[in-house]
């Protein structure tokens, strides 16, 4: 079933995906030199742009925070000369605002540089228990797999990582979006554009043979190897067990399942008639990828595992229904925000706003129709920082209707909804940056404590550097421990950590 209203919710990796343009011609180095006045432009046409389209801008932060960050970003302007400084202030400045769909597109001669350039030679894997070495380049390829990060040229894992959090799209305070964000080759394409490009990088690891202390040469492209293609989309279902299923689930994207020739409604209603007719009593949902992508598809996953129709808004709201700023030199931005099939589900405010009406398709429910199969047996879920989005919603419905055991990290979509849906891309006319600045605020129909967070495990399971790539790893190895457990009730349910320690 097509997205009858087109919205759709970008996941950051698209985002920065988007930003790669076709190869330059690489005889030349692309020039981004920026004058002081067109830095000054762009910063100020960016702030006016997401105080106007944004539509709590305080959901995150408070407004003395946010006229602080903006200061601190307006006395840093002296020092840009070219559109890397200026992605260095701005960067920070909008993550500042908490809202993981807000994103900031490098120019195309930014992008050309970064391919050419060299780059710090580890990947790694973050986690709340620090940084471990998945694999080195160059110089550097003979360093342990699993070694701990110590510091990279003096700076520690703990100062590294919150420079990450500063430069990285992110919901609320959640960090474990940003750790999956930098983790693998992420961390090298983050730390250029924090620091630019460095020849040599002194770094300090542990290692359980001993300390290393050495230098390690930056490499090239060239040096990793190329990147795969996305995943398959399609729904996934292995049996565990004559009654078990492990069910991943990837994506909530329209466009990718098109481009696999299905749809999500269709599949997703194949994977439950497998599901009933196999007599299954226990299941494992894989939502550790799913990084969101088309509405009302994570309402339809939900509505296979809970029979009552869930009241999941709050609200869903613009700012208003048409946008417009203007630049220092005098040039206009603009864009309405609604598509024109869908102008007619929206009701104007006293404030001004505009809200969604609650009817059908979607309006504020998670459905307005039947589902069957229902699935109504034992669930685990597992989750982690690159659950986002729709997905971060589903886990967050999941969650408040007491339907499920959460194994893994915190979701990295805040619990009480995101800002997300239409987006409006600007370009800042100078540096020729663009910012994807999401209009719809999704309010879940629950408070959240603490606030700004995602759903958090029940049993904590991070990732680990043996197992990266794998879906059979220690978090899965703790839902498959949990349903050998005889519970009814998700809270009844003990994590083998706390078995142990019995």
Not at 88 to 106: D, F, K, M, W, Y
């Amino acid at each position: 079933m097509p997205n009858p209203w087109g919205v759709i919710r970008l996941t950051t990796a698209a985002f920065i995906l988007a930003a790669l343009p076709a190869e330059a011609d690489a005889q030349k180095t692309p020039d981004t030199a920026l004058p002081c006045d067109g830095a000054h432009e762009d910063l100020e046409l960016a702030i006016s742009a997401v105080e106007a389209a944004i539509p709590n801008l305080y959901w995150h932060q408070t407004r003395a925070q946010w006229e602080a960050a903006k200061a601190v970003a307006r006395a840093q302007l002296p020092g840009v000369h070219d559109s890397e400084a200026l992605w260095r202030i701005l960067r920070p400045l909008v993550s500042q605002i908490g809202e993981g769909h807000l994103g900031v597109q490098l120019s195309d001669a930014m992008n050309a540089r970064y391919r050419e350039a060299l780059r710090f030679p580890l990947d790694l894997l973050w986690t709340q228990q620090g940084a471990f070495v998945l694999a080195g380049h160059g110089t550097a390829a003979d360093i342990p797999k699993g070694a701990r990060l110590v510091s990279i040229d003096g700076v520690g894992e703990e100062e590294l990582l919150r420079a990450m959090v500063s430069v990285t799209p992110h919901d609320g305070v959640i960090e474990t979006g940003v750790m999956r964000t930098i983790s693998e080759r992420g961390f090298a394409m983050y730390l250029y554009r924090l620091w630019g490009e460095r020849a040599r990088f002194h770094v300090v690891l542990d290692t359980p043979g001993g300390r290393i202390d050495r230098v390690v040469g930056a490499v090239p492209r060239a040096a990793r190897p190329p990147e795969g293609d996305d995943p398959p989309p399609m729904p996934t279902l292995e049996w565990l067990g004559d009654h078990t299923a492990y069910l991943n689930v990837p994506t909530f994207s329209n466009a990718r399942f098109r481009k696999a020739g299905a749809t999500f409604p269709q599949a997703i209603h194949d994977v439950f008639v497998e599901i009933a007719k196999r007599g299954a009593t226990d299941v494992i949902l894989d939502l550790r990828e799913n990084g969101g992508g088309s509405e009302p598809n994570e309402s339809i996953l939900f509505s296979y595992l809970v029979e009552k129709p869930l009241h999941k808004y709050a609200a869903v709201t613009a700012r208003e229904r048409h946008i417009a700023v203007t630049s220092l030199s005098g040039r206009t931005f603009e864009t309405d925000v609604f598509e024109d099939d869908d102008v007619d589900q929206q009701r104007s405010l006293a404030n001004g706003r505009v809200a969604r009406r609650n009817t059908p398709p979607h309006g504020l429910m998670s459905r307005w129709t039947s589902f069957a199969p229902i699935f109504h047996g034992r669930l685990v879920v597992l989750a982690g920082g690159n659950t986002f989005s729709g997905g971060a919603e589903l886990a967050s419905m999941l969650r408040h209707t007491n339907r499920a055991v959460f194994v893994g990290e915190e979701v990295g979509g805040a619990d009480e909804g995101n800002t997300s849906g239409y987006s409006w891309k600007v370009e800042l006319p100078n540096s020729g940056m663009k910012l994807g600045i999401p209009l719809l605020q999704f309010r879940m129909a629950w408070s959240s404590r603490p606030h700004g967070r995602g759903v958090r495990p029940d049993c904590p399971a991070s990732p680990e550097a043996a197992s990266v790539g794998e879906h059979r790893d220690r978090a899965w190895r703790e839902a498959v421990a949990l349903l050998r457990q005889d519970w009814r009730s998700p809270r009844q349910a003990v994590c083998t950590t706390k078995l142990r320690e019995r």
